[in-house]
């Protein structure tokens, strides 16, 4: 299941800045196989073994990776807390709808290739499936939104 939620909240368990956070911790940890899987994947880009990313635009640090790697990487990394996906591509959220126990915040729906199988719970309660099931919720919550001036 992936647990969306609609309505940003300050606490300690939610990741808003992904760059900001990723510099600071995120890209200290140790990168698994499937983390440098990731990062080919999205960034077409290859982690070096002393945390650098080799492009066809050349050298970087692995803080050169672009915002939505960034992100998807700290949902890896970090299960337990809820990451803002607003910054992300449909490339990344292709990949993000298809992972399963993650938390995310999103305030608005995006365009993603989701699932018919993907089980997805809005804001604790609301349970759908698929992308059928996320766009009437997005549909009904603009609904809610409009009749309270939201």
Request: with cysteine; proline share 3%.
């Amino acid at each position: 299941m992936i647990d969306i939620y609609t309505e940003k909240i300050d606490s300690p368990d939610w990741i808003i800045q992904n760059d900001l956070f990723f510099n600071l911790y995120t890209s200290n940890e140790e990168m698994t196989d499937r983390d440098i899987k990731l990062i080919r994947q999205v960034d077409d880009a290859n982690l070096t073994t002393d945390k650098r990313i080799e492009t066809k635009y050349g050298l970087g640090t692995i803080r050169n990776l672009s915002s939505g790697c960034k992100t998807l990487l700290n949902i890896v990394k970090h299960p337990e807390k809820v990451v803002c996906v607003e910054e992300c591509g449909p490339n990344v959220l292709n990949i993000i709808f298809k992972m399963d126990h993650i938390k995310i915040y999103m305030s608005r729906p995006s365009f993603a290739d989701i699932p018919d199988h993907a089980c997805l719970r809005f804001n604790e309660k609301d349970i759908v499936m698929g992308n059928a099931g996320y766009q009437a919720w997005w549909g009904k919550e603009y609904e809610r939104r409009a009749a309270n001036d939201l």
